[in-house]
């Protein structure tokens, strides 16, 4: 199934596009204003903008030296993020021969509708309301050398019982 | 309190990002103008709905409340912003009837269907019931302001009881052509249009619900009548057609 986009999106492609698996692979833009054809940009590359009131994006195979080009199987994974706000991966199957292998990340649109969609201010959100000793996300929390407060090892692995007091 | 809540299939990655989006929104408000909403964000699940259009369509549904108090400041334009992405397409959300709901005919239609390319769908089977109940929108006791905006009207007209009959003989020959489309809403356009055998075409109208038409055939040969009526909703027409020949 073609996945449908609406306004100006921009294209960067994440991995290969061209040869994935056991077949050629190809993805193909239909039904925008100024960007219709097949995407051919390598690696890190992409479309600046891809405008239109309703448009496709199309990821097809060809096992025949593409002579015969068939509709893979994708799907599309919107998220958000600081900077660039609304954006969607649309990951395709790989395709090795008669099993589809793994699904893997192809490109990254960024909604450029800055109405709809501004930007983020690129700094962090609610600083007001997330006091400073509590754990940030991922990074295990408190800095302090050798602390052994519940606020540096909560992220780490074991469970630790959190304590409202800490190294800062 | 100023609300939206947004209903979306529980599955459906958009909902995730729908909050996300609207997190940032939040966060930006913040930081870069100094206004925050002083409300909430919530998640309620639901099963699906019996109702034709209720907004818990999918099996398993999420309605996502976004709330806040009107009197402080940025709150109005978090709802706002919540209104807007969720009606915009490459989120689409479904918004509730009874709180904010500043929807067009087109946001309706895109979500439960019956638009002009795919009559058909939820919305298509709430506008059939709704003409039999209005005699196809001829009686207006359903529809208020918010129903013609929304669409919850008759959109599609019928085409009545149409006759042509000969009035006179040859070589003035005379036809008169009659038709009853009364079962429309009262704004519904009739027009007729008239091919001769040589191709030359007549576009009349237009003409009111109930009426007739006298038209000449000097030419022999088969002349091919089209009636239409017409309806336009929110910038969208439809039409009926009806077609007759008569042969002079």
């Known amino acids: 199934m073609p996945l449908t986009f609406y306004g100006s999106w921009s294209l960067v492609v994440l991995n290969a596009i061209h040869q994935l698996g056991g077949a050629n692979m190809r993805m193909r833009i239909q039904g925008s204003t100024d960007a219709d054809g097949i995407v051919t940009s390598p690696v890190g590359q992409g479309i600046a903008s891809i405008d239109g009131a309703s448009w496709n994006i199309f990821i097809e195979f060809s096992r025949d030296n593409n002579v015969t080009w068939k509709e893979d199987t994708d799907y599309r994974w919107p998220s958000v993020t600081a900077t660039n706000g609304l954006v969607v991966n649309i990951t395709a199957s790989v395709h090795y021969y008669n099993e589809i292998f793994e699904a893997l990340d192809l490109v990254q649109l960024v909604y450029l509708n800055r109405t709809i969609n501004p930007p983020g201010s690129g700094k962090p959100p609610f600083g007001f309301t997330v006091p400073s000793y509590w754990p940030q996300r991922g990074d295990g929390g408190g800095t302090q050398k050798g602390c052994t407060c519940g606020c540096c090892r909560c992220c780490r692995g074991k469970a630790a019982r959190v304590v409202r007091r800490c190294c800062g | ?248």
């Open chain 2, 1 to 248: 309190m100023d609300s939206v809540e947004v209903f979306f299939d529980a599955g459906d990655s958009n909902l995730i990002a729908f909050v996300d989006r609207l997190l940032l929104f939040v966060t930006n408000e913040e930081v870069l103008n100094g206004e925050s909403a002083a409300g909430y964000i919530s998640l309620r699940f639901t099963g699906q709905t019996q109702a034709t259009i209720g907004p818990e369509v999918f099996v398993n549904t999420c309605a996502i409340e976004c709330s806040a108090l009107v009197d402080v400041s940025g709150s109005s334009d978090f709802v706002t912003y919540a209104t807007s992405l969720a009606l915009h397409p490459n989120i689409k959300g479904i918004l509730h009837w009874g709180q904010r709901s500043d929807r067009t005919q087109g946001d309706i239609e895109f979500r439960f269907g019956d638009s002009p390319s795919n009559p058909t769908g939820r919305l298509h089977q709430w506008r059939s019931a709704l003409s039999l109940l209005t005699d196809n929108g001829r009686l207006n006791g359903f529809s208020s302001e918010f129903t013609r905006r929304v669409g919850l009207e008759i959109v599609q007209p019928a085409i009545g009881v149409t006759t042509v009959n000969k009035t006179a003989a040859p070589p003035a020959e005379q036809w008169k052509l009659a038709w009853n489309c009364l079962s429309n809403p009262p704004e519904t356009q009739i027009f007729l249009d008239i091919v001769s055998p040589l191709g030359v075409q007549q576009h009349l109208g237009p003409f009111a619900l109930v009426a007739d038409q006298t038209f000449a055939t000097p030419n022999p040969g088969q002349y091919k009548i089209t009636v239409t009526a017409s309806l336009e909703r929110n910038g969208v027409t439809r039409t009926a057609t009806g077609l007759l020949t008569v042969t002079a």
